[in-house]
């Protein structure tokens, strides 16, 4: 079992930066992949970032590339995304997820994680 928690989001002006992060619980923490989600109102829920657990090989959506990175501290058991450049199109809802999936095209994917947080709003303001 792995308990995630969320935490940096908050209300930003365009073009001004966050860092999330995420806390995990449990001994195998760098035994999961981790990935970020978001989910904005009346939108279904969409990736955004993830770091495989095998070979720390990162993977993020077009939408954010070159703006948002994923990083992870085995030793800390935390998963961060620093999020800069932000636009009012990033606002949402952002989870952070963790399962053993290895490949791109799982990783991706919600089904791809077995364990979720509760959820950080980010607000961007224009």
């Known amino acids: 079992q792995v308990q995630l928690v969320e935490s940096g989001g908050g209300l930003v002006q365009a073009g001004g930066s966050l860092r999330l992060s995420c806390a995990a619980s449990?001994?195998?923490?760098?035994?999961?992949?981790m990935g970020w989600f978001r989910q904005a109102p009346g939108k279904e829920r969409e990736f955004v970032a993830a770091?495989?657990?095998?070979?720390?090989?990162?993977y993020s959506a077009d939408s954010v590339k070159g703006r948002f990175t994923i990083s992870r501290d085995n030793a800390k058991n935390t998963v961060h995304l620093q999020m800069n450049v932000l636009k009012p199109e990033d606002t949402a809802v952002y989870y952070c997820?963790?399962?053993?999936?290895?490949?791109?095209?799982?990783?991706?994917?919600?089904?791809?994680?077995?364990?979720w947080g509760q959820g950080t709003q980010v607000t961007v303001s224009a």
């Open positions: 997820a963790a399962g053993r999936a290895v490949y791109e095209h799982t990783l991706i994917r919600s089904a791809g994680y077995d364990y």
């Open positions: 449990g001994r195998t923490f760098s035994s999961y992949s």
């Open positions: 770091i495989s657990w095998v070979d720390s090989n990162t």
